[in-house]
C-alpha cells in the first residue's frame, strides 16, 4: 500500500478539459494530492461529468489536509473494516463509518447523475468491495496464513476465507444500515470474494453461520 502514499510531484500545467482531468488522476496513483487537484478542477470544469464525480468519490479522503502518508484510514475502502474487525472500534465510530457507505454527499450527486440508480449504486458497493479485498484482505500481512514466516497456497486461501467470512458475518449484523442495504452490501462482499478466491468459495461458507450463509445463496447471482 506505500504506492498510494509516495509523494510524486506533477509540475506541468493541468488541462482543462475534464476527460483529460481523470486520465491524468488515473496515472497519479503515487500522488493522491496531485489527484485530488485534478478531479477536483475536472468537477469544477465539468458539474455533470459522472466520471469525474465517481473517481473522487472512490478517491476517499486521500490528498486532503497533511501528508499523514501512514494513515490508511484516508484510503475510500478502509470504511467497511469495522464489519471484518467490529472489535477495534467504538460503536459511534462503527456507525459514522457504516453510514457513510450510502450517505456520502458526492455518492448522492454520482446517483443523481446516473441514469440507472440501482445499477450504479450496486456496482459501486462491488468497487468499494473490490478494493477492501485487495488493499485490507489480500495484500495484509495479517491475512497470509504464515506460520514462521512462512506460508502455502492453501494456509493463504483459509486465511483469506476467514476474513471474508468475518467481513460478512459483520455486515450482515450491522444495526446501523436498513435490511435492503445490508443484503446489497452483503451480495458485492460475495461478489468479491468469488472474484479474489478464484470461485473457490467452499472456506468462505464453511466459516459463515447458517443464517449468513443462507442470505449469501439467496442473493448470489445479482451480479451474474
Known amino acids: 500500500m506505500a504506492g498510494l502514499f509516495a509523494k ?10 475534464p476527460e483529460a482531468l481523470v486520465a491524468l488522476s488515473d496515472k ?26 465517481y473517481a473522487l468519490l472512490m478517491l476517499g479522503d486521500l490528498g486532503k489536509g497533511g501528508k499523514r502518508d501512514t494513515d490508511f484510514s484516508r484510503i475510500k475502502s478502509y470504511i467497511l473494516t469495522p464489519f471484518e474487525k467490529p472489535e477495534r472500534f467504538d460503536e459511534s465510530e462503527a456507525r459514522r463509518m457504516a453510514r457513510e457507505i450510502f450517505d456520502h454527499p458526492l455518492l448522492k450527486e454520482c446517483l443523481d447523475l446516473a441514469g440507472d440508480r440501482d445499477r450504479f449504486l450496486r456496482a459501486y458497493l ?3 468491495s473490490c478494493e477492501y479485498a485487495d488493499l485490507f484482505i489480500v495484500s495484509s500481512a495479517e491475512h497470509s496464513g504464515a506460520v514462521l514466516g512462512f506460508s502455502t497456497a492453501s494456509s493463504r486461501l483459509k486465511a483469506m476465507s476467514t476474513a471474508f ?20 452490501l452483503l451480495s458485492a462482499v460475495n461478489e468479491a470474494a468469488k472474484r479474489f478466491t478464484r470461485g473457490d468459495m467452499s472456506l468462505v461458507y464453511a466459516a459463515l453461520g447458517d443464517e449468513t450463509a443462507k442470505d449469501v445463496r439467496e442473493r448470489d447471482d445479482i451480479f451474474g
Open 28 to 53: 497519479l496513483i503515487g500522488d493522491p494530492w496531485k489527484r485530488r487537484e485534478c478531479l477536483e478542477k475536472a468537477v469544477t470544469v465539468a458539474p455533470d461529468s459522472l466520471k469525474a464525480r
Open 165 to 184: 467470512a468475518n467481513l460478512m458475518e459483520g455486515v450482515r449484523s450491522c444495526p446501523y444500515m436498513s435490511a435492503d442495504e445490508r443484503k446489497m
Open 126 to 128: 462491488l468497487d468499494l
Open 8 to 17: 510524486k510531484t506533477l509540475k506541468t500545467p493541468l488541462p482543462d478539459d
